[in-house]
């Protein structure tokens, strides 16, 4: 079974729902969108269980990002799956 955590963080440019697995970020998208990018992790990860998690610290560095500090996506581990091309 995989745990799948996602939250929700505001930001300037709408509110954004993240989706991490063992602390990385598999996905974010707009909460107010069609949630298709979510079918795609469900289809990455058909036994997963996803969790509302109350801890976006998953999300700070984006949060910094919004507040000026450009660098910030860097400190960001992502893992969005596709293939090696």
């Known amino acids: 079974m995989t745990r ?3 939250t929700s963080v505001d930001s300037p ?3 954004l ?3 991490t697995r063992d602390g990385v970020l598999l ?3 707009f909460e107010e969108g069609d949630r298709g990018l979510h079918a795609g992790v469900q289809r990455r990860f058909p036994d997963a269980v996803f969790e509302e998690t109350r801890r976006p610290e998953f999300l700070a560095p984006l949060v910094r990002y919004f507040d000026g500090d450009l ?3 860097d400190r960001i581990a992502c893992d969005p799956g596709g293939t090696p091309f």
């Open 4 to 6: 799948i955590e996602e």
């Open 71 to 73: 660098r910030a996506l």
């Open 27 to 29: 996905l974010l998208e």
């Open 17 to 19: 729902r993240g989706y």
């Open 13 to 15: 440019v709408g509110r």
